[in-house]
């Protein structure tokens, strides 16, 4: 977090590390480089695979299949709860596939998801535990003895 | 040019990948490579798992508990919510159509598709709105029992949310009209959009929790508090 | 802002574009310049002002909420006492409580934190830092908030804990103390989520380079921690407070027995958050003490790395134990037992720490001073603070302590013997560095001495009442349950406590503002803040330093010989002069982001929606009133992120980067407030920092933001000053 890449040999000594902090910049001699002539793909520094509009449009096809499968099986009478774990799976699916691609989890820095997944498994776990003393998951008698 | 203090000038280290500050696209450096707004955005997120994870845990604790009133299968219109909860998915799509536009500096189309997105999402909160009447008029509301707490108050957080939502969208329509949103701040335009993303990816749950999967048959009595 | 020492040589067209820029922003009024005076405080946007601001604030607090303990002592110093009514108790306990845990110990450690960690990690400021002044102005409000209560029909009667149904059914609580209640936590936990993100984002992202996580200061890593914990546990809370208010004021069913309500809901959402809570109290100490011994040891801390993981694991097992605050509802023998273990399990991180204290100690180089007593002191006292948290482990022994003192006594051990002694010591330790001066020595010792007498005398006999029977939130006790005596020893410890505060803020107003100036390092420390001169100036570092270790201040100053004994450096008294003198040179102005009212107008507007909702429920065309707050909201989120963080008249002295121009003028459309829970925190978060705000923040330093800075040294004569900050608008 510093001027590293922008006074690279104002005085002794050069320092050869840091430079490499910022490899794609051409080597700026005696100014910072501002960020509209960053070269690489604009306003996204770093490795970056972007989908295309046609693949968007595909994942979002995807999308409103999977949700009328879901609307399908809620229509199948006779499932009752057994459909249940079927629904879950599909609204995860459906879940995933918006974090990973639209909100492109997938490709970005791992930091991310890990700040993403704790809040998402902290939620599951703790309110899970809620359900299970309070009788959730049991049908008739709540809690037991 | 990084030194400690005049006096000393020891040879330069920076050896652990994450101290090492790295350059990216909105300008300032940072240790993880991620703007400060961007992890900002993704722990806000995190956080927000567990508010609507508690709202959500409420709705599926009190399902097939309440004493009296209409139950979720006498009001649901579950054909009309999926057309609505297709609508908000949709507009996922749009916002990221919108994204990929500025990054390619198509700011026409980033306006396109920022509109299009609060509209579909104005479309969803007009569906919410006329959904709500209607299970006023068949009597449910959020004082009648447990459904009518929890399921408005889940949704209408939801609501809100997505209210919030639409009115940061059209601010940036508006902003890159009046030339303020360049290419190179399209990562602006990413955060309001995992924002949007994430309102939806909350409402797959809420769709799924609340609407398809069918409450218990008969209500179920509230756990009797055993003094022990 | 930053010093303008020379007149502008060059006036570029890319100068003059950002200029007319600016003027397109929205802005009614003048954007403030100067951080001088009254107005500077009020439009601050420096970490340090504003950790200031928190930590006196919350010192306010603590001593309203001591008041009210010592009135609760008073009442309970004898059988059947009069100084209060049942009513009147219940108030004074539910805002003592209330007022300790989140107007004291919580902003206290937020004010330490905003001072110091952008310091210890060698970073200009937070990564955002108008939020960071929404932040506190929102707790500020928050807290004015509450006390209000007071006048306005009585003050929040159902506990801290709030326990439904008794708070959910309007008629068992009559009045609207408890909408008080409800509201001024939702205002103070919007304050707490927002300060948490900035903080957790300042720490992951704006270390000085060579900084990795595991050489960065303790106490900026229990910081994270429990800024993490903040960030996932004050959601929850959000939510009960919700629940409860659509029960009080909309009539929903959440509390209701008859409806099928679950009050057991309120006491899980509550404890989900109540329990990570305590850690976020605690963690900060316990970095704080672990910044402190090694210092006053003068050896590093013992097994730095394990204390990270303990810290860290402490706040991962804070997840799994909330349910033993419930050991007595009725859950069935399967979750208590799971929940006891679980409570077991936490004590091992915890004694980890405590071993790692003592051999931080043991073979050091010693010094008493108030600080280390301090310190010492919380060592002692948390310990058998956790000793009878051990003792509530155990479910079997729980069911009889609870709702006793002995639980009073577990918890004042901890958050005062802990949390208070720690925060106490960090004001020794860092008031050199903020203030300029130390805090008298003699008086600090008689602090020391009569807090840790008083405290002891206080809560050490309620071990004793508790497991005689003594129930706990009762405003009185008949004479036949021969409790006296007890009682009165408490009471007199509880007024050895108060004479102890009076004699600190007799040595912090008085007789320190008198005392001589000392410099840089006057404690010969550490870490990094101690290398900047004692105030700081406003940027912090002149030049953003290179880590190379761990405690790396330290290491330029010392090294040990074979025998590991403490060598000093042939560059010592260069190193610590060097300190002195660490500041901008003529000429080389460090740009900072400039003030800006926007986050107290935001701030503002929450209040008014939180006195709106209050209004509105005795008539409902009040509702006006919080719609009118929600406008106000908006309008300072769509200002806030309009401007530009930085200003453009410094760009006079940038000729080459612009950096107002990066942010001038874009911003990230403001969301829309409306909604009282952190999602209203989250969208002013993320919606309203502009790139800008960021992107020049940590002034000076890579590509297009922040001043050029030319490096020290090429006037090697020159006496260098300190930049004024003066303001010129």
Known sequence: ?145 | MATTTPATTPATVVDSPTSTPVEHGLSHVTNTGISNEKLAMWTFLGSECLLFGALISTYFLYRGRSVTGPTPKQVYDIAYTSISSFVLLMSSLTMVLALAAIQRGDHVRLRLWLTATALLGTVFIGGQVYEFTSFVHEGLTLKTNLFGSSFFVLTGFHGAHVTVGIMMLLSLAMMSYRGKIPQSKAEVIEIAGLYWHFVDIVWIVIFTVVYLIPSPHAPRPAVPVQIR | MATVLEPPEVVTEEAEAAEAAWGDTTGFLRRPRSTEGFWGWVMTVDHKKLGVLYAATAFVFFIIGGAEALLIRLQLAQPNGHILSANQYNQIFTMHGTTMIFLVIMPMSVGFANYMVPLQIGARDVAFPRMNAFSYWTFLFGGIFLYSSFVFGGAPNGGWFGYAPNTSITGYLPGRGTDFWVFGLLLLGIASTAGAVNLVITIINMRAPGMGLLRMPIFSWMTLVSQLLTVFAMPIITVALFLLMFDRNFGSNFFNPAAGGDPVLWQHLFWLFGHPEVYILILPAMGLVSEILPVFARKPLFGYPVMVFSGIAIGFIGWGVWVHHMFAVGLGPVAVSAFSVSTMFIAVPTGVKIFNWIATLWGGSLRFRTAMLFAIGFIVMFTIGGLSGVTHALSPSDRQQTDTYYVVAHFHYVLFGGSIFGLFGAMYYWWPKIFGRMLNETLGKWHFWLTFIGFNLTFGPMHILGLQGMPRRIYTYDQSLHLGFWNLVATIGAFIIALAVLVFIYNALVVTPKTALVGADPWDARTLEWSIPSPPPEYNFAEIPTVHSLDDYWHQKYTEDEDGRLVRLPNYEQVRAASDTNVARHGEPVHMPSPSYYPIIAAFGLLVIAYGMILGHNSGINYLISVIGAVIVLGGLYGWGLEPSFEPVELEHAPVEQPALVGAGVGVGAGAPGELGAGAAGALDAGQSSPGETGGLPGGNGGGNGGRREPPGTDGGETPESPSTEGDG
């Open chain 1, 1 to 145: 977090m510093t001027d590293v890449t922008e006074q690279p040999s104002q005085e002794t000594p050069p320092e050869q590390p840091s430079q490499e902090a910022a490899p794609e910049q051409p080597a700026p001699p005696q100014q910072p480089v501002p960020p509209e002539q960053h070269p690489g793909p604009p306003g996204a520094v770093g490795i970056r695979h972007h989908p295309s509009d046609a693949q968007y449009m595909l994942i979002a096809l995807i999308l409103a299949i999977v949700t009328g499968v879901e609307v399908l099986v809620y229509y199948i009478k006779g499932l009752g709860d057994a459909g249940n774990p079927i629904l879950i799976i599909l609204a995860a699916t459906k879940f995933i596939i918006v974090v990973s691609f639209f909100m492109h989890l997938r490709f970005d820095n791992k930091l991310l998801r890990r700040v993403f997944i704790t809040g998402i498994v902290l939620a599951l776990v703790v309110y899970v535990i809620v359900f299970l003393s309070l009788g959730v998951f049991t049908s008739s008698h709540g809690v037991h003895g």
